[in-house]
């Protein structure tokens, strides 16, 4: 959340009977000015004297009610997932709200993701409910320019959207307006999927009944909306290309680490850059000639299942990934074989650098794509595909590939796999028809 300025100051507009002025909490953020009331009036003076760096006694009672306010304000404001004044009025008065609503589920669900240290997942479903806000409000398009163009976010007014309203109905209105203001359909379900968390718990805590649950389980479910699933465009290289990058010419120190990191990740069975700068030297496990790493996946780090990957890497591909080590890595002795997040104290300052150096590494691949002659922005997350679809040209079967990636079934993997590349359809395709003649 940005950050927010708290004072306690007087209102100087106007003098209360006695002469006094009355005193406001004000929160500022950025050209934002909120005001709130809090039944404490005094002299300027006195304010002034109580304020000071060394309050005199006769002054002291009112700068420890002052500080009480402010500490207050802190706490309520550190604890909310987004900032509105009226959810904020609310908490400052101890004013009793309703809790059977979607956005405040949403707010108490983001919460606690945050204490769970899933910054990732919290930041993901703070957008979400940003948008079902933007989007029940009337507010889309603002939502949309606060994260496309860099603008300071639009406050939120606080509103209730009772469970009851969210129907199928609503939602296809929601993926159609927000879809025309230019989103993907890979966002509509990566919101969409967060929504359904947040109903799937209204119903465990009973606000609401189970039949009234909008969205489609089962084939047989009518008329109730189904999240759509993105036609992602395949994004593995080929093996020429990955040759390509592994010999990029001329590359700046940057690139040659953002190109050295990818390889890391891709070689070591796709992992993600989160699980890669969390990797430590006592995961690493000799075996005979073949070296293992073993890691349980962030992402399901606090779930009671979680997931397991082991990495077995053959001689040479070690021998390479220690080069790599060596050049970017910590020396033995550390406990982290990357330095990147070695100083962040909390997962905070943790995910805010992993997504800090995924954005730097993915301007620097695009230079190296350049400097290899290939047409295609690289990101990080062509590593995965392109391990995955390594594995399926070398023969190996889709359920090897699928646990070398974590998946809990070979759906997903297929996902990830590329389609035959164009010359091998080219080839077979020739082999297949290799009886028919054209005259000209």
């Known amino acids: 959340m940005l950050k927010m300025l708290i004072a306690v100051i007087p209102d100087t507009r106007k003098a209360k009977q006695n002469g006094n002025f009355p005193l406001r909490l004000r929160i500022s953020r950025r050209k934002d000015r909120f005001y709130f009331p809090i039944g404490i009036d005094c002299s300027i003076d006195d304010y002034n004297r109580a304020t000071a760096a060394k309050p005199r006694t006769d002054v002291k009672e009112l700068r420890i009610k002052i500080d009480a306010i402010v500490k207050v304000a802190e706490k309520i404001i550190d604890e909310m997932p987004s900032f509105t004044t009226e959810l904020f009025r609310q908490k400052f008065y101890n004013v009793p709200s309703s809790t059977d609503n979607l956005f405040s589920l949403f707010e108490r669900v983001i919460t606690e993701i945050r204490k769970e240290g899933r910054i990732g997942t919290a930041n993901a479903y703070q957008d979400a409910y940003r948008s079902f806000h933007a989007f029940h409000n009337g507010t889309l398009k603002e939502h949309l320019e606060s994260r496309t163009q860099g603008k300071s976010k639009p406050t939120l007014k606080q509103s209730i959207l009772l469970f009851e309203n969210i129907t199928p109905q609503w939602l296809k209105r929601y993926e159609r307006e927000i879809m025309g203001i230019g989103n993907s359909i890979t966002t509509v379900a990566i919101r969409m999927r967060a929504l359904r968390v947040i109903l799937n718990r209204a119903i465990t805590e009973k606000f609401i009944k189970p039949e009234l649950y909008p969205f489609k389980q089962r084939e047989s479910d009518k008329n109730l909306y189904q999240i759509p699933k993105a036609n992602n465009a395949k994004r593995a290289l080929s093996a020429e290309q990955i040759t390509a990058v592994m010999n990029a010419p001329n590359l ?130 062509h590593a995965r595909h392109s391990f995955a679809s390594a594995l399926k040209r070398s023969g190996a079967p889709v359920a090897m590939i699928s646990d070398s990636l974590g998946h809990s079934n070979t759906a997903t993997t297929e996902q990830y796999l590329s389609g035959f590349e164009q010359k091998q359809t080219a080839d077979a395709v020739g082999k297949a028809f290799n009886f028919f003649s054209i005259s000209t």
């Not at 070689?267 to 690493?284: H, K, Q």
Request: net charge positive; with cysteine.
């Open 252 to 381: 700046t120190p940057s690139e040659m680490q953002s190109r050295d990191l990818w390889l890391f990740s891709m070689l070591c069975n796709g992992i993600n850059f989160t699980d890669m700068l969390r990797l430590r030297y006592s995961d690493i496990i000799r075996e005979g000639t073949i070296t293992i790493v073993r890691f349980c996946r962030q992402k399901t780090i606090n779930k009671r299942n979680q997931t397991q990957i082991t990495i077995a890497l053959p001689p040479e591909l070690w021998h390479y990934i220690e080069s790599i080590i060596q050049r970017h890595g910590n020396p033995h002795g550390h406990s982290l074989i990357f330095p990147f997040i070695e100083q962040c104290k909390n997962p905070v300052e943790i995910n805010t650098k992993i997504a800090y150096l995924i954005r730097s590494t993915n301007k620097h691949l695009k230079s190296v794509a350049q400097k290899c002659g290939i047409d295609l922005k690289i990101s990080t997350y």
